[in-house]
């Protein structure tokens, strides 16, 4: 099984600064399995990146994803009000989900 | 637009039953896997089940295997979850999910709002 492992759990940062956060998985993984989810309080998590690095429909592109193999990296460049909430990274194996245990941006 | 919309959870006592239900709707439902992912209070997200677009193949985690049961009606467009033996462990919001490929890609796409699933004595 594989396991996600995000980085970090919090990271403060202040708006319009830029954010990097880390999704490690415990073996390498197709990237066209490798997706990004944002969740805000009390909603239903959205789809923000798909394939690693292909931005959903009606994303800013102020997000993007990249990586391949074990290491992928969400980066927010210039942090919105908005943007301070939680955010998930997730594989698709042949017949099983797995999720990272999520990296939460807060405002410094 | 694509919706998906939960309903069924509510409070149950430990080891009772309880049918969740999925209606997916401005798409075309037989065409997509359908996923079943839930989120504990205050924690990440953890998925239960997969359901192929044709209902013939499943999958299931391994904390829900035996207990829970995914199904689908595709002439109703309703997704399923039959929660069996219910623990106070499978407390949790329940999102109904649907699976995509886009090339070679394959992800989740559209969650719809949740139910609350609440296993209390």
């Known amino acids: 099984e594989i396991v996600l492992t995000q980085s970090p759990g919090t990271l403060s940062l202040s708006p319009g600064e830029r954010a990097t956060l880390s999704c490690r998985a415990s073996?390498?993984?197709?990237?066209?399995?490798l997706a990004w989810y944002q969740q805000k309080p009390g909603q239903a998590p959205r789809l923000l990146i798909f394939?690693?690095?292909n931005r959903a429909t009606g994303i800013p592109d102020r997000f993007s994803g990249s990586g391949s193999g074990t290491d992928f990296t969400l980066t927010v460049t210039r942090l919105e009000p908005e943007d301070f909430v939680l955010y998930y990274c997730?594989?698709?194996?042949?017949?099983?989900?797995?999720f990272g245990q999520g990296t939460r941006l807060e405002i410094k | 637009q694509v919706q998906l919309v939960e309903s069924g959870g509510g409070v149950v006592q430990p080891g009772r039953s309880l049918r969740l239900s999925c209606v997916g709707s401005?798409?075309?439902?037989?065409?997509?896997?359908m996923h079943w992912v839930r989120q504990a209070p205050g924690k990440g997200l953890e998925w239960v089940a997969l359901?192929?677009?044709?209902?013939?193949?499943?999958a299931y985690a391994d904390s829900v295997k035996g207990r829970f049961t995914i199904s689908r009606d595709n002439s109703k467009n309703i997704l399923y979850l039959q929660m069996n033996s219910l623990r106070y462990e499978d407390t949790a919001v329940y999102y109904c999910?649907?699976?995509?490929?886009?090339?070679?890609?394959?992800?989740?796409?559209?969650w719809g709002q949740g139910t609350p699933v609440t296993v209390s004595s």
């Open positions: 999910v649907r699976d995509i490929w886009i090339g070679s890609d394959k992800f989740l796409d559209y």
């Open positions: 401005g798409f075309t439902f037989s065409v997509n896997g």
């Open positions: 359901i192929w677009n044709d209902g013939r193949d499943k």
């Open positions: 073996q390498s993984v197709s990237s066209n399995y």
């Open positions: 394939g690693a690095s």
């Open positions: 997730q594989h698709y194996d042949t017949s099983a989900i797995t």
